[in-house]
């Protein structure tokens, strides 16, 4: 066996877009140990050679690697190249390291990564924990120069890579960047429409262009069951209640969009925010009535739709771009008997398993706690959720009283 096949191999496991990252990490590596250690990039030529067997080079890379570093990014964690090759490397024993970049932080790892010791690629002190970390996997000897250096030159390729990104593929990765999205969801009982219940919704959201430019901001919002019209009495009400921008200009609603089921309208900006630019808005819409307030109708209901019957109602949202930080909460009076229950996470649709073991094991995610709101005792359900994973849909539920555990309705208002 040659020296140079017997030596440590490291496998830089990454998403095209972050390929400069990945090979400047490598670069950075390789200078440290002296040319020692060989790397599998597959976005360095020497590690796939014009007609390789691409696929093939990929596993046989992942049998023999001492440790894998994953570089992982807002994409790259939904990747399922990622993902399967970070899985194969953690099956067989290998030492997996996740190396965040951008907003993702070891902080925040949703699980499986959330388990495995990380480092922030644009922090020098992790920096140099993870040069010793591979030193002392694969039998090196580790300098003490300086990584500050380096982090900056990751975080500035970040930066450029994620712009880049952003003009390339905005249908993907989105025109803009939320760096907080914040929702309040606070119930009532209705005096529009029996049985049900109304509803004040606030949304605030800071932020951060990236495309082109961004013209507008749509909110669409609809009931769990299309039970509740939005017309006559119960046409809701919405009002700009703050707003603030980088740049010069107005910020404003346009007419709203309502059928029986659906409620839209549009946050405009004129004139349209820049890429760089940053906007601030907080908009309240009260909903006269909004959600079935009794398990009875609740099934009803579902079984009219042939939709799959269950006893709880949820409010729900997706994440569609990247997100630094979401807050949800939920406030119910306890006098409308509702029960909050555990949240539920979904990917595509499908049960997110590790996203929602996470949202339940980490303090400050997820709690339910109660609280008095203008003298009255709530309950409320709140999740806070630092770099939530894209596409991620969180679901906050409640548990809804059966009709005999009610007292009568007051009459509704015709």
Excluded at 259 to 271: E, L, M, Q, V, Y
Excluded at 289 to 294: F, G, N, P, Q, S
Excluded at 322 to 343: D, G
Aim: hydrophobic residues 40%.
């Amino acid at each position: 066996m040659s020296a140079q096949s017997s030596a440590p191999l490291i496998f830089v496991s990454h998403k095209t877009c972050d390929a400069e990252i990945a090979c400047e990490l490598q670069r950075a590596l390789d200078d440290e140990f002296l040319g020692l250690p060989r790397f599998f990039n597959a976005s360095d030529q020497e590690s796939l050679q014009p007609g390789t067997a691409w696929f093939d080079s990929i596993v046989d890379a992942l049998r023999s690697c001492t440790v894998l570093l994953v570089i992982l990014s807002p994409t790259a964690l939904v990747s399922p190249w990622v993902n399967f090759e970070s899985g194969a490397a953690w099956i067989q024993g290998t030492l997996v390291i996740p190396c965040c970049v951008g907003q993702i932080r070891k902080s925040s790892l949703p699980a499986p990564y959330g388990h495995l010791q990380a480092v922030d690629l644009d922090d020098p002190h992790d920096l140099d924990q993870l040069f010793r970390r591979l030193a002392g996997q694969a039998g090196l000897r580790c300098t003490s120069r300086d990584r500050a250096p380096l982090a900056r030159k990751l975080a500035e390729l970040w930066q450029a890579s994620s712009a880049s990104r952003q003009r390339e593929s905005p249908i993907e990765f989105g025109s803009r960047i939320d760096e907080h999205m914040q929702i309040e969801w606070v119930y009532r009982e209705s005096r529009t429409t029996e049985e049900c219940w109304a509803a004040k919704y606030t949304r605030r959201e800071v932020i951060r262009v990236t495309a082109e430019q961004v013209d507008s901001v749509t909110i669409e919002l609809s009931p769990s069951v299309e039970a509740v019209t939005f017309v006559g009495v119960n046409a809701p009400k919405t009002a700009l209640r703050e707003y603030a921008r980088s740049s010069p200009g107005r910020v404003r609603l346009a007419p709203a969009h309502v059928s029986s089921g659906h409620f839209a309208f549009r946050i405009n900006f004129d004139p349209p925010l820049q890429r760089g630019d940053a906007a601030t808005y907080a908009v309240e819409i009260d909903f006269p009535a909004y959600k079935l307030a009794v398990r009875e109708r609740l099934v009803q209901e579902l079984l009219e739709v042939d939709a799959k019957v269950r006893d709880y109602d949820f409010t729900g949202r997706k994440i569609n771009r990247p997100c630094e930080r979401f807050t949800y909460r939920v406030s119910i009076p306890k006098r409308l008997r509702a029960t909050p229950l555990q949240p539920e996470v979904l990917l595509d649709g499908q049960p997110f398993e590790e996203e929602q073991q996470y949202v339940l094991r980490e303090p400050k995610v997820f709690d339910i706690c109660e609280e008095e709101v203008n003298g009255e005792s709530h309950w409320i359900a709140m999740l806070d959720r630092i770099n939530p994973p894209h596409h991620a849909t969180y679901r906050l539920r409640w548990l809804l009283p059966r009709r005999r555990e009610l007292g009568p309705f007051d009459k509704p208002i015709t």
